[in-house]
């Protein structure tokens, strides 16, 4: 048995949306290099929706692949929706985490919270 | 595939795997059976007891078969902790970067009132036998260090802390599971008194290990039963096994010069080529250590993600990081010799074996190189190190 479903295989060879907004309207970074896994959202939105998302992450191969899935979740989606996205919907589109992974998938949806927050606080 | 991952396990020899299938199909007798078929298993376990007591200086009766490395910790260390309580003596030396089949052991003990010291590994991964004098005490039962280590390759000088433990009246266990048939062992010119092996990690069989106690070592039981192994360890023998023990370690044994003399040159030829990774380390000493033993921390990346990358090219390896373990932090063996958590979850151990060529070495460094930079190229750690935010650790 493999360690990872295919889905999260994919994601991990095959990251989408990696990479910086230079001029970000959010920007959230959550973990630390202790516990190995940093994740940093960054979200330019325009009339209430996520127009793009890229995040950047150390971690391991869910950690990745669970940042990926994430900001496949909300790129396109209006801010509201985005907000509304949980770790299971993550963990779910991924086919599912090994239960010790589970985290990751956490960790993604704390991050799209703490862009969303920065957005806010901007505003 | 380039599997470079020998300290997990190795590829049975040949003449281990034919000595197996031989034993299993005609030599299914109990060697506890009185009539001939039984004692024909009889001898086939002898003659393994005899050729492994040869390599490492011991004698045959000084050979207890056990199912592998860690059974033979836990009875060395069980053992040990027995005789000494019966004289109030409970305090056991061992260090921090031991395998967990020591430490969990020792922890028993520490429950049931035993106090044990740890002692530093230092940055080179180098126990100092001063070290071991100055810790031992008068109710000192047991001195427990490891050969080789499992993680990061560093060889103790075992001689000068048998000699140390030899001068002052105190029981040496070494577990010697990744040195068996990679290096040269005599258990009486090194005063080991305990030494625990283990057959797969010299091209023998899963399942199957040894315990050397020097004759008048009282040993203790972990498993009772019948009385086989002179009683101290009940069960059939697992004979097709240990008879394949048996020939993999003679001919490991009698192909170290060869062995040692090809894998260390491309050792050191991957630890120079990954030397060139900008904050990149070796872990441990680079030159007390073992043949095919490369360890490196990486900065700015995460160990696991490493693995997969490099499984992808077709290259089987290891890593200290959290995430390949399960729990939430990297290898204590990392830890103990002063790496911070940070740089220990980007750990790359790559255990080489015979059968590798410069062109995989070669191979092995393009391809870390590649998806060091690759993972890098995404990580905020790095991105942050890069612009100056925090400074570099290694």
Redesign the interface.
Same mark, same amino acid.
């Given at each position: 048995m493999a360690l990872y479903s295919e889905k999260v295989?994919d994601h991990?060879?095959h990251?989408r949306n990696?990479?910086?907004i230079e001029d970000a309207d959010g920007v959230g970074?959550v973990g630390n290099?202790? @516990?190995?896994? *940093?994740?940093?959202m960054y979200l330019k939105i325009e009339d209430g929706i996520v127009v793009d998302v890229k995040?950047?992450?150390?971690? @391991?191969?869910?950690? *990745?692949a669970s940042s990926s899935m994430a900001t496949e979740l909300i790129k396109g989606k209006p801010v509201e929706e985005a907000r509304k996205l949980t770790n299971k919907a993550v963990a779910e589109a991924l086919d599912g985490l090994p239960d010790?992974?589970m985290h990751c998938s956490v960790l993604a949806q704390e991050a799209i919270e703490a862009a969303l927050e920065d957005y806010e606080s901007k505003k | 595939m380039i599997y470079a991952d020998n300290a997990a396990t190795t590829a049975m020899s040949e003449a281990a795997i034919s000595r197996m299938t031989e034993l299993i199909r005609d030599t299914y007798g109990n060697p506890s059976s009185l009539y001939s078929f039984g004692q024909k298993a009889k001898e086939v376990l002898e003659q393994a007891r005899e050729d492994v007591a040869a390599v490492i200086g011991a004698e045959p009766r000084e050979i207890l078969f056990t199912s592998g490395g860690s059974e033979a910790d836990n009875q060395a260390i069980i053992s040990a902790a027995r005789i000494g309580e019966k004289s109030g003596k409970k305090h056991i030396v061992s260090s921090a970067f031991e395998h967990h089949a020591v430490l969990h052991t020792l922890n028993k003990l520490a429950k049931e009132g035993f106090e044990i010291t740890l002692l530093d590994v230092h940055e080179d991964g180098i126990i100092r036998p001063e070290e071991v004098d100055k810790s031992i005490r008068n109710d000192t039962c047991l001195v427990t260090i490891m050969y080789a280590n499992n993680e990061i390759g560093t060889i103790q000088d075992i001689k000068a802390i048998g000699a140390v433990c030899k001068a002052r009246g105190v029981l040496f266990h070494t577990d010697a599971v990744q040195a068996v048939g990679h290096l040269k062992i005599d258990v009486k010119e090194e005063n080991i008194d305990l030494l625990s092996a283990s057959a797969h990690k010299f091209h023998g069989p899963k399942g199957v290990g040894f315990l050397y106690a020097r004759k008048g070592i009282r040993l203790t039981n972990l498993i009772e039963g019948g009385a086989q192994e002179k009683g101290k360890r009940a069960g059939t023998e697992n004979v097709p096994g240990i008879a394949a023990m048996a020939a993999a370690l003679k001919e490991a044994y009698a192909a170290i010069d060869v062995n040692t003399a090809h894998l260390v040159p491309i050792r050191d030829r991957i630890i120079a080529g990954l030397g060139e990774i900008p904050h990149s380390a070796l872990n441990g000493d680079a030159a007390s250590r073992l043949p095919g033993n490369i360890n490196y921390c990486f900065e700015g990346i995460e160990g696991e993600s490493l693995l997969l990358l490099l499984d992808d090219k077709g290259i089987a390896a290891s890593s200290g990081s959290a995430c390949t373990s399960g729990s939430l932090d990297p290898s204590h063996v990392l830890l103990a010799i002063g790496r911070v958590h940070d740089v220990a979850h980007g750990s790359l151990r790559l255990s080489i074996g015979e059968d590798i060529t410069e062109e995989d070495a070669d191979y092995i460094i393009s391809s870390v190189k590649e998806v060091v930079e690759y993972l890098r190229g995404f990580s905020p750690v790095w991105r942050d190190l890069v612009a100056g935010k925090g400074s570099f650790i290694l």
């Open positions: 295989m991990f060879r990251p990696v990479g910086v970074e290099a202790k @516990c190995g896994d *940093i994740m940093k995040f950047e992450t150390f971690g @391991c191969g869910s950690a *990745i010790y992974k | -």
